[in-house]
């Protein structure tokens, strides 16, 4: 019986021992984890090119797509300086007081547990937000794998990071651009003929830019005189151009070069100097091929001022005579136009 007692009395302690025991190991192995859908919380700091809905819902792709967990203490804040951002991964504590507004700045330097500096100028700023978003997703693994030091700013992105980041560098450069579409008007000054002359006119222009190339069309009405001994010749030149090229970006300017063909209708109207004489009038067609080169700015966000100049051959001359003997005016040879306009681009 006292064999039985003693045996009896083990087995009460085991179980007042092991009932506990197991409901704190499945409190343990039930303890929820973070959530992959949790939307991630991220603060933008001098940064008015970069959307922060767009870089919040990109970041939250990523995160989504590296299979990693956003846990409730996490965010991220995004600093712009220039053409940099310095994105940093940060845990607020539980145990540290809750602190007033004018004290985020020295709280936050406390709690970075990795950083990345992410160069934005070598692409456009549709991308930023991507670039942000994959910068941003990538130090969670940094903080897993422990590369986190005393120095957050000192670290650099991982190497995956790098490879993604340049790959979305080579997808923006890669990638054709929308067309953007230029309208515009404008003075032109013009010498041309034989003998040469001086022509004044107005000129409307449409071109279409597709990163580097061009296509460029207008429309220009042109007047002028030339004084002879015996009669003067008034011109009116109407003419269409067509033309190609390609555009370089030379910091706030557009260096355009073009070649292309001017079609247009001339009209020379002779008006007798001496009363012996009579003026008639001619109209032919002229026109040839032209290199062009422009130069163009914007003052806005869409109003350009642009100035060009552009050289030319008529293949198909006109030619006024005093009494279809001796030559008095022609259209031949070559032409040289400049040109001064504002625009829209679209």
């Not at 343990?28 to 919380?41: F, S």
């Not at 994105?87 to 540290?96: E, G, H, I, K, N």
Request: one cysteine or more.
């Amino acid at each position: 019986m006292g064999i039985c007692s003693a045996l009896r009395n083990q087995i009460a302690v085991v179980r007042r021992v092991t009932v506990p025991g197991a409901c704190i190991l499945v409190g343990l192995l039930c303890r929820p984890r973070a959530a992959l859908g949790t939307e991630p919380l991220v603060r933008f700091v001098n940064c008015p090119s970069v959307n922060p809905g767009v870089t919040t819902g990109l970041l939250a792709i990523e995160i989504k797509t590296l299979r990693s967990a956003i846990e409730p203490s996490m965010h991220w804040s995004v600093r712009c300086e220039g053409s940099k951002a310095i994105v940093q991964l940060r845990v607020t504590s539980p145990v540290l007081p809750q602190l007033p507004t004018t004290d985020v700045e020295r709280r936050d330097s406390t709690d970075v547990l990795a950083s990345a500096d992410v160069d934005l100028s070598s692409t456009d700023e549709a991308a930023w937000p991507r670039l942000i978003a994959i910068s941003a997703s990538e130090l969670i693994e940094q903080r897993q794998r422990g590369n986190a030091t005393d120095s957050p700013r000192s670290l650099s992105p991982t190497p995956r990071s790098q490879v993604r980041v340049q790959l979305v560098n080579w997808a923006v450069k890669t990638n054709p651009a929308k067309l953007q579409s230029l309208f515009s008007v404008g003075a032109t000054l013009a010498r041309a003929g034989n003998p040469a002359t001086t022509l004044v006119g107005a000129n409307l222009g449409f071109d279409l830019h597709e990163r580097s190339m061009l296509l460029a069309a207008d429309v220009r009405g042109q007047w002028g005189k030339t004084s002879l001994r015996d009669a003067n010749v008034s011109w009116q030149l109407i003419s269409v151009a067509l033309g190609a090229g390609a555009a370089v970006n030379c910091g706030p300017f557009t260096l355009e070069g073009l070649v292309g063909m001017r079609l247009g209708e001339v009209t020379l109207t002779g008006k007798a100097t001496t009363p012996d004489a009579s003026g008639r009038r001619l109209v032919g067609i002229t026109g040839g091929p032209l290199i062009g080169l422009r130069v163009r700015t914007f003052v806005g966000q869409h109003v350009f001022v642009a100035v060009g100049f552009e050289e030319g051959y008529s293949l198909w001359p006109v030619r006024g005579t005093d009494d279809n003997v001796a030559p008095l005016a022609s259209v031949d040879g070559a032409w040289s136009n400049g040109m001064f306009s504002v625009g829209w681009g679209l």
